[in-house]
């Protein structure tokens, strides 16, 4: 049995299932779509916010679940380093690499373990294992890495409307708000 791989893909498999669905479903003290929504285009520039929402619970969402049962799991590592890159280039790169000062450090050890994970491979109580258990290396993993960098770009840059937000947008999602601290500013922009 692989303890290490099953560590990471127990801990960060349903913790990004959560992630995903505090944006999707307001689940977990999320703030659902429609509040996610607002907060990407009032403070991210993400137009239209629904869409980005979506598309970033959705990949939350897939990439948890691709690492907790360890299936297909270069294409989840993909999934969730293009959230991770996202909120580095959207939210945090300005405040340098620590998470205390609202930086990217905490989105850097996602993309690390997700790396590890494409390159080793998932362990040996996965569906990976059972079924494609060719389906990991450094070759995938700097693909499943490359992926998820190029995906936000694409996600971001030419997903985006450049159109001013609504006037009518709300950003009750906005984690900074009073009441929201630096940790959830990390979990709920698009990390």
Same mark, same amino acid.
């Given at each position: 049995?692989?303890?290490?791989?099953?560590?990471?893909?127990?801990?960060?498999?349903?913790?990004?299932?959560?992630?995903?669905?505090?944006?999707?479903?307001?689940?977990?003290?999320?703030?659902?779509?429609?509040?996610?929504?607002?907060?990407?285009?009032?403070?991210?520039?993400?137009?239209?916010?629904?869409?980005?929402?979506?598309?970033?619970?959705?990949?939350?969402?897939?990439?948890?679940? @691709?690492?907790?049962?360890?299936?297909?799991?270069?294409?989840?590592?993909?999934?969730?380093?293009?959230?991770?890159?996202?909120?580095?280039?959207?939210?945090?790169?300005?405040?340098?690499?620590?998470?205390?000062?609202?930086?990217?450090?905490?989105?850097?050890?996602?993309?690390?373990?997700?790396?590890?994970?494409?390159?080793?491979?998932?362990?040996?109580?996965?569906?990976?294992?059972?079924?494609?258990?060719?389906?990991?290396?450094?070759?995938?993993?700097?693909?499943?890495?490359?992926?998820?960098?190029?995906? @936000?770009?694409?996600?971001?840059?030419?997903? @985006?409307?450049?159109?001013?937000?609504?006037?009518?947008? @709300?950003?009750?999602?906005?984690?900074?708000?009073?009441?929201?601290?630096?940790?959830?500013?990390?979990?709920?922009?698009?990390?």
């Amino acid at each position: 049995m692989n303890i290490g791989q099953l560590a990471v893909r127990g801990i960060v498999g349903p913790l990004f299932i959560g992630h995903g669905t505090q944006k999707l479903m307001g689940w977990f003290g999320g703030h659902g779509l429609d509040g996610t929504a607002g907060f990407f285009e009032s403070s991210l520039g993400l137009r239209p916010g629904k869409r980005h929402a979506t598309i970033a619970g959705a990949g939350e969402t897939f990439a948890g679940v @691709s690492l907790t049962l360890g299936a297909l799991t270069p294409l989840g590592v993909a999934s969730m380093t293009g959230a991770m890159v996202t909120a580095i280039r959207k939210v945090h790169v300005s405040n340098g690499p620590w998470v205390s000062d609202g930086g990217w450090e905490y989105n850097a050890v996602l993309i690390a373990a997700g790396a590890m994970l494409a390159d080793h491979g998932p362990g040996a109580l996965s569906i990976d294992a059972a079924r494609f258990p060719r389906f990991k290396g450094p070759v995938v993993a700097a693909a499943a890495l490359a992926a998820g960098v190029a995906g @936000s770009f694409i996600a971001t840059e030419l997903l @985006s409307d450049d159109a001013p937000a609504d006037a009518g947008a @709300s950003a009750t999602g906005d984690p900074a708000s009073p009441g929201g601290g630096a940790e959830e500013t990390t979990g709920a922009a698009t990390s």
